[in-house]
């Protein structure tokens, strides 16, 4: 798979919930959707170094109304949007979508613009002042009548929001949790 199901579109989930709600999320899944640390490492650790970062796309655009919603944004306001998926042994584990607003890509966060192919992740759990929103999970229907499950929050660098989303591409089970 070199790019994301046509069905896998993130910005169209209307409905997150945070994760007081009982998840219905397959049991081998839910450790992976709930945990706050950095999934990089998480992936990193899984795949035993052999971990990659194919970027599908890099670009300025408009956040769908919920992103912009959960970043505080006007209506109309541009974000790079950044959408990558997280490989273990060349194989697609993660669909992720990063959404800066412009706003945010000024002082040392200008330097997520030259991001390229190094995961987010590192550079933001590196960061000792970065703060991280509450985790919210959603799923995703798939056209073959199964669910993909995805987890979003908000970051802080330097005070300046981000928002990544996650998607689970793997049947749960297939990635034994390392934790």
Not at 84 to 101: D, M, N, Q, S, Y
Not at 148 to 175: I, N
């Amino acid at each position: 798979m070199t790019e994301p199901p046509l069905t896998l579109h993130p910005e169209r989930i209307r409905h997150w919930r945070r994760l007081k709600h009982p998840l219905r999320a397959p049991r081998a899944l839910r450790p992976w959707l709930t945990d706050t640390g950095s999934l990089t490492r998480l992936l990193q650790r899984v795949s035993k170094g052999h971990f990659s970062v194919r970027v599908l796309s890099q670009r300025y655009g408009q956040p769908s109304s919920a992103e912009a919603s959960a970043l505080g944004l006007r209506a109309r306001q541009r974000a790079l949007i950044r959408e990558v998926l997280l490989c273990g042994h060349g194989e697609p584990w993660v669909f992720a979508r990063t959404l800066i607003p412009v706003t945010s890509l000024n002082g040392r966060q200008r330097a997520l613009k030259q991001i390229g192919n190094r995961p987010l992740g590192a550079l933001l759990f590196r960061d000792p002042q970065m703060q991280r929103e509450p985790l919210q999970i959603a799923s995703l229907p798939n056209s073959a009548g199964e669910d993909f499950w995805a987890r979003r929050s908000v970051f802080h660098l330097a005070g300046k929001p981000l928002l990544v989303c996650e998607v689970f591409l793997t049947p749960p089970g297939t990635l034994q949790y390392p934790g």
